[in-house]
């Protein structure tokens, strides 16, 4: 069974950085794709960073410059580093990994609301981050 959670949400001031985890079990992180999506009320699940099977990592522009993804193979725990958190960042935060096989789409979900959507295979049960002014 494959379980990913998710840790290191919170309160943080505008400005100011968190990092989240996400710690896998029965996935390989290692040559996984693996992603962070984010909700905020009353919004569509959206895209924030993922990691290719190659390791490469990319961030929607939303957040380019400003948070990191990255993942450590011997933890097996995929992170996101967000820094210059806006209010507008405010949501719930999801890891996301695998691919659904056979899958033609973009990393994009392809759903409104975030978990057990495509691409993914598999979604943590999320973190919460607020970003107050």
């Known amino acids: 069974e494959v379980r990913l959670v998710e840790s290191g949400g919170g309160s943080v001031q505008a400005g100011g950085s968190l990092t989240l985890s996400c710690k896998a079990s029965?996935?390989?992180?290692?040559?996984?794709?693996m992603a962070w999506y984010r909700q905020a009320p009353g919004k569509k699940c959206e895209l924030v960073s993922f990691?290719?099977?190659?390791?490469?990592?990319y961030s929607t522009d939303s957040v380019k410059g400003r948070f990191t993804v990255s993942k450590d193979n011997d933890k097996n725990t995929l992170y996101l580093r967000m820094d210059s958190l806006r209010p507008d960042d405010r949501a719930e935060y999801y890891c996301?990994?695998?691919?659904?096989?056979?899958?033609?789409?973009?990393?994009?979900?392809?759903?409104?609301?975030?978990?057990?959507?495509?691409?993914?295979?598999?979604w943590g049960q999320g973190t919460q981050v607020t970003v107050y002014s």
């Open positions: 996301a990994g695998g691919w659904l096989q056979g899958y033609g789409g973009s990393w994009h979900p392809l759903g409104e609301v975030c978990g057990s959507i495509p691409p993914c295979d598999h």
């Open positions: 029965g996935i390989t992180l290692d040559g996984s794709r």
């Open positions: 990691i290719g099977g190659d390791g490469r990592p």
